[in-house]
């Protein structure tokens, strides 16, 4: 995965957390300004944890996590080599067989997503990029982000903003419960 910002937060403040997120490439390819990017760079940093890192979170916001990078990426489904559909939990073809792309006709993610991993094929399903532009909306009520001046900048950094997000439960925050740093490839934007 490519990197594209580095991300510098505070601990959070009831609902509230500031940070700072800087390109990794020195050329300035402008800063999201919707409230998906704010979801994104939360949801990342629980993702990438780590020593420097946000925290855990409970076993609730880590399911609503789950679901909503399933909503941005899309979820994957495991079948067999043949494509039929695995029962849950086994590598056994589930009866009766039927075919992935006959059972989630019209839901197959348009540029193929298909893959090997945990000793199972899989295959991916279409991102519902609509769905979680809709639920971003729901979770950060607030979202602001100013990129800072590039004067200060040296000539191999690139150019960096200051972002204030809220947020509507403090749960989707409470993985910030110190400083914390990351990288993340999201931008902001949505799959198309």
Same mark, same amino acid.
């Given at each position: ?5 580095? @991300? ?10 500031? =940070? $700072?997120? +800087?390109? %990794?490439? !020195? ?49 994957? @489904? ?10 849950? =939990? $086994?590598? +056994?073809? %589930?009866? !009766? ?62 150019? $960096? ?32």
């Amino acid at each position: 995965m490519t990197y594209i910002f580095d @991300v510098f937060t505070g601990a959070r403040r009831g609902t509230t957390l500031t =940070g $700072s997120v +800087q390109y %990794r490439d !020195p050329d300035n390819y402008g800063f999201s300004q919707g409230p998906v990017f704010g979801l994104q760079l939360i949801m990342d940093a629980w993702k990438e944890g780590g020593d420097f890192g946000a925290g855990p979170v409970s076993a609730a916001t880590e399911a609503e996590f789950q679901e909503l990078f399933e909503l941005y990426l899309g979820p994957t @489904v495991r079948v067999d080599v043949e494509g039929y559909l695995l029962e849950e =939990g $086994s590598t +056994q073809v %589930r009866i !009766p067989r039927v075919k992935a792309k006959e059972f989630y006709q019209g839901r197959l993610d348009p540029h193929g997503g298909r893959g090997f991993s945990d000793g199972t094929h899989y295959i991916c399903l279409a991102p519902r990029s609509e769905e979680f532009a809709r639920r971003a909306e729901e979770i950060i009520v607030s979202w602001e982000i100013r990129e800072d001046d590039s004067t200060d900048l040296d000539e191999d950094e690139g150019t $960096s903003a200051d972002f204030t997000l809220e947020v509507s439960d403090p749960r989707y925050l409470e993985h910030f419960t110190k400083n914390a740093y990351f990288q993340t490839a999201f931008t902001g934007h949505l799959p198309s």
